[in-house]
């Protein structure tokens, strides 16, 4: 069992940077392949970025490729959204996700992931 806690979100105008954190606490961090994933309104839960267990593996959503960055940081138990150049069409909460059975290979599929926090709200007004 692990418990993700997001932090970060809020309300900024396009162009600017936020930085999302994800902490987790429970069992070995370091085991898991961590994802964000995101849900604009009336939409369904996208994916937005993951990572392997060492960090070393990534992956992006076409949509933020080159904006966005992922990584984690295992002796403090957190991973991190960095999100620049914000676009209005970012809106949406943002989720942390934990996948403890994938091997530690970051996946896009959000049916892999076995634990969720309960999400961070960012709007991104134009």
């Known amino acids: 069992q692990v418990q993700l806690v997001e932090s970060g979100g809020g309300l900024v105008q396009a162009g600017v940077s936020l930085r999302l954190s994800c902490a987790a606490s429970?069992?070995?961090?370091?085991?898991?392949?961590m994802g964000w994933f995101r849900q604009a309104p009336g939409k369904e839960r996208e994916f937005v970025a993951a990572?392997?267990?060492?960090?070393?593996?990534?992956d992006y959503a076409d949509s933020v490729k080159g904006r966005f960055t992922i990584s984690r940081d295992n002796a403090k138990n957190t991973v991190y959204l960095q999100m620049n150049s914000l676009k209005p069409e970012d809106t949406g909460v943002y989720y942390c996700?934990?996948?403890?059975?994938?091997?530690?290979?970051?996946?896009?599929?959000?049916?892999?992931?076995?634990?969720w926090g309960q999400g961070t709200q960012v709007t991104v007004s134009s």
């Open positions: 990572i392997g267990r060492s960090g070393v593996m990534t």
């Open positions: 996700a934990a996948d403890w059975s994938s091997n530690g290979v970051p996946s896009k599929m959000r049916t892999a992931y076995d634990y």
């Open positions: 429970g069992r070995a961090f370091s085991f898991y392949a």
